[in-house]
Nanobody, 122 residues
């Protein structure tokens, strides 16, 4: 069992930066791949980034590649999403999630946080 709590969302201007954190409880955090997803207003939830259980492999959606960086600290049971050069199109509720292996597919993720709002003003 893994419980996830996101933090770090907020309101930023275009071109700004935010770092999201996702704190996990449970002894199996380090054995799960961790992903970030987002749900823009009126749209479906979409994949953003994923990091393998050991942190050695990452993968990003094309829309965020080169701007966002996912990382994890297994000693702290925390995964991060550094977001730079933010655009209004990045406005969404951001969710972290845990899966038994790295995936871009929502259905593969068994545990989800409650989400944190990111709003980028134009």
């Amino acid at each position: 069992q893994v419980q996830l709590v996101e933090s770090g969302g907020g309101l930023v201007p275009t071109g700004g930066s935010l770092r999201l954190s996702c704190a996990a409880s449970g002894r199996t955090f380090s054995s799960h791949a961790m992903g970030w997803f987002r749900q823009p207003p009126g749209k479906e939830r979409e994949f953003v980034a994923v990091i393998s259980w050991g942190g050695g492999h990452t993968y990003y959606a094309d829309s965020v590649k080169g701007r966002f960086t996912i990382s994890r600290d297994n000693a702290k049971n925390t995964v991060y999403l550094q977001m730079n050069s933010l655009e209004p199109e990045d406005t969404a509720v951001y969710y972290c999630a845990a899966a038994p292996f790295s995936s871009t597919t929502i259905a593969e993720y068994h545990y989800w946080g409650q989400g944190t709002q990111v709003t980028v003003s134009s």
